[in-house]
């Protein structure tokens, strides 16, 4: 798309707004109603429909309703369907991959024409927003999307396991090692509790790539680098851990039921994990948290979806769409959504507010959360990531279980993503 073409979209969105912002309120033909797809399940799936029930009896000129679609993948499968047959909903979690493919099929509208429009966000409510999540929402210089549940990795361990043990969390490799070491126990010739659990999946290998100074494309994007030296030694600590240590083993499934049945000592995973691990615990132990270890750089991956506008809504609807996701990315809400969730508030504003201080004072072992997100990073916000992360997922998997050596798993795993990115428009 054109830059010219842009702004003369920008400026129709603006009429469009300005439009419907006259015939938005209720009692001009009734309420205005939009759907919400959704990926949050279980203990997640209250803390949505509260920030949605709270919106609707504030804004009885709207009726917003929060519709969950499975998990992740089955999420993305009816969101494509619904695409190509006509019937959106008005608004839809996604991550940043997903967005660029539906910004290639026209399908969303940027969220930027709403934070410039008549209801939109000052430059200084704009900023408030952490610098990274903007970054992640941003294809081109245009901010098509808005951040909503936003997680990032972490380590959790037995806090209980390790005062018995006078361990401390492990900040390095070695440590995570050493550490895991400690805490595996056999019995009767066979091991009862591992120090670690390797899942093999895309992002267990990539936080490895980035804290080993990795990265996730060659300059100019043309190219992966997950195959790099880095890369190759970040999946080879994995693999040791599980066949040469043996202090750790493979699992394909989450780890919040064998992490509370004592399994095992450790795992890494998303900051909304926590409640998850809280419930399957059951107040057994106590769950510590840190940040995920590193070799050569202190980093974590940014995870979690953002929401988009879907361009088939009319116009009222996707003005009351923006008023929605206004509401639930605003201080007040991105705070207790982070309180309930555990995920990040996607706000300065929310981080630093009176409610999170005072819950950060009770919980201090969730500062482990905020203060990764300055080493953050974030994946290729591209379309082809997608199908990319599945090709690293099988060379994980193939390099884990012992079919294909480290190197030559990602070698193999290149030359199809190189592919992919080759045909890249």
Not at 126 to 155: A, C, H
Not at 266 to 274: C, F, R
Not at 347 to 357: E, K, M
Request: proline letters at 5%; a positive charge.
């Amino acid at each position: 798309m054109q830059v010219g073409r842009r702004g003369f979209l920008r400026i129709a969105a603006a009429v469009l707004l300005l439009t419907a912002s006259l015939i938005l309120p209720a009692g001009a033909g009734g309420p205005v109603t939009i759907t919400f797809w959704h990926g949050m399940s279980g203990v997640l799936n209250p803390a949505i429909d509260e920030l949605t029930n709270d919106f609707n009896k504030l804004n009885p000129g709207i009726v917003v309703n929060a519709q969950y679609q499975g998990t992740y993948g089955t999420l993305n499968q009816k969101l494509v369907a619904a695409v190509a047959a006509g019937s959106p909903p008005t608004i839809t979690q996604l991550f940043p991959n997903w967005a660029d493919q539906l910004i290639q099929a026209k399908a969303i509208v940027p969220m930027e024409n709403f934070i410039k429009g008549p209801d939109g966000l000052s430059a200084e409510e704009l900023s408030d927003i952490f610098p990274i999540l903007r970054q992640e929402s941003t294809f081109n210089g245009v901010m098509w999307t808005m951040p909503f549940n936003k997680s990032l990795y972490i380590l959790f361990y037995n806090e209980d396991l390790f005062k018995q043990n006078n361990l401390k969390p492990p900040a390095t490799w070695d440590d995570l090692l050493n550490v895991s070491k400690a805490l595996t126990k056999e019995e009767g010739g066979r091991t009862t509790r591992y120090g670690f659990v390797v899942r093999p999946t895309t992002d267990y290998f990539l936080l490895m790539l980035i804290t080993n100074g990795g990265d996730f494309l060659k300059p100019g994007g043309k190219e992966v680098a997950f195959n790099s030296p880095a890369g190759v030694e970040g999946l080879q600590f994995l693999i040791d851990l599980v066949q040469k240590h043996k202090v750790a083993y493979v699992l394909n499934a989450f780890a919040d039921a064998d992490f509370a049945a004592g399994k095992v000592a450790m795992y890494l995973v998303t900051n909304p994990g926590l409640a998850f691990a809280r419930a399957a615990v059951a107040g057994r132990f106590e769950i510590g948290i840190a940040p995920i270890p590193y070799k050569k750089s202190r980093a974590t991956l940014l995870s979690g979806t953002d929401v988009a506008i879907m361009a088939k809504a009319v116009p009222e609807q996707q003005v009351a769409a923006w008023k929605f996701i206004k509401f639930v990315t605003g201080t007040t809400a991105t705070t207790r959504w982070f309180m309930k969730t555990f995920y990040m508030p996607v706000r300065r504003s929310a981080r630093d507010s009176t409610l999170a201080r005072v819950y950060l004072q009770q919980n201090p072992e969730h500062r482990a959360g905020l203060d990764s997100l300055a080493v953050a990073r974030t994946a290729p916000n591209i379309a082809e990531w997608q199908e990319i992360r599945d090709i690293i997922q099988e060379a994980v998997e193939e390099a884990v279980l012992g079919k294909k050596t480290a190197k030559q798993a990602l070698d193999d795993a290149a030359v199809k993503a190189n592919k992919l990115l080759s045909q890249r428009k």
